[in-house]
């Protein structure tokens, strides 16, 4: 099993969060990635401390 699960947890929490209606109305399929994709790695760092 590998030791980075709970950093896929925490990454499935800001990809949930980050699927509101205000964004999928708003982007559009490939940007909709892209933002998210971004979203994800500010949650991830912000939520762990790393830089």
């Not at 947890?9 to 964004?23: G, M, S, T, Y």
């Amino acid at each position: 099993m590998p030791n980075n699960k709970g950093i896929q947890l925490l990454a499935k929490r800001c990809r949930d969060q980050f699927q509101r209606r205000e964004n999928t109305d708003y982007y559009s399929p490939d940007d909709y990635h892209s933002a998210e994709r971004n979203y994800v790695k500010f949650c991830v760092f912000s939520e762990t401390g790393v830089n």
